[in-house]
């Protein structure tokens, strides 16, 4: 069973980089997408991003400009750098994958989480 | 971006009843392979979010059969037959047909 182990700084200060990373626990890298999704406090769901096993990724534009995904297949890993962080990157940030099947009958959703980091900025 | 717009907002029900909680997106979310691209999420209190429904009506292993999702294009239905006290949380749509992905505001489901 595939599970998802995630970790990161939990307290940073105003202007710097958020770094997440997620580990791959009983499963490959192929047929997937591996996303971050952020939570802020007393809020809903907010997708950040989300990359292949090519590499291939896509952003929020609203974070885009700050936001970067990468993929380690060597380590089974991926993760998440947000720079220049203010008060409304406080959120709890969580990992998950993404079933990516387009050929008949296809599978999609994000069916595997990770446990989510709370990440706090505060001066 | 797609806008997805869930109703109601809160969910009181009693248990053996059943709950339908809406979604509606403001653009089709029907691909051309005939399925539409939207999934339903459970979150419960202090739990990462648990998927539930796939491609608007498919239901992965392991969710019971009283969860069954519905519609095409810009409407979107969740079916909880038989609501149970385990069913309490806050259910999430959210659309992956074209990126940014987007979720709904959320359902908080709680017993009456």
């Known amino acids: 069973q595939v599970q998802l182990q995630q970790w990161g700084a939990g307290l940073l200060k105003p202007s710097e980089t958020l770094s997440l990373t997620c580990a791959v626990y009983?499963?490959?890298?192929?047929?997937?997408?591996w996303a971050w999704i952020r939570q802020p406090p007393g809020k809903g769901l907010e997708w950040i991003g989300e990359?292949?096993?090519?590499?291939?990724?896509d952003y929020n534009p609203s974070l885009k400009s700050r936001v970067s995904i990468s993929l380690d297949t060597s380590k089974n890993q991926f993760s998440l750098n947000l720079t220049s962080v203010t008060a409304a990157d406080t959120a709890v940030y969580y990992c998950?994958?993404?079933?990516?099947?387009?050929?008949?009958?296809?599978?999609?959703?994000?069916?595997?989480w990770g446990q989510g980091t709370t990440v706090t900025v505060s001066s | 971006d797609i806008v997805m717009t869930q109703s109601p907002l809160s969910l009181p029900v009693s248990p053996g009843e059943t709950a339908l909680i809406s979604c509606r997106s403001s653009?089709?979310?029907?691909?051309?392979?005939?399925?539409?691209?939207v999934g339903w999420y459970l979150q419960k209190a202090g739990q990462s979010p648990q998927l539930l429904i796939y491609l608007g009506s498919n239901r992965p292993s392991g969710v019971p059969d009283r969860f069954s999702g519905s519609g095409s294009g810009t409407a979107f239905t969740l079916k909880i037959s038989r609501v149970e006290a385990e069913d309490v949380g806050v259910y999430y749509c959210m659309q992956t047909l074209q990126p940014p992905n987007t979720f709904g505001q959320g359902t908080k489901l709680e017993m009456k």
């Open positions: 009983g499963g490959s890298f192929s047929n997937y997408r």
């Open positions: 998950a994958r993404r079933l990516a099947v387009t050929t008949p009958p296809p599978l999609d959703g994000l069916d595997v």
């Open positions: 990359i292949n096993h090519s590499t291939s990724a």
């Open positions: 653009q089709s979310l029907l691909y051309r392979n005939g399925y539409n691209y």
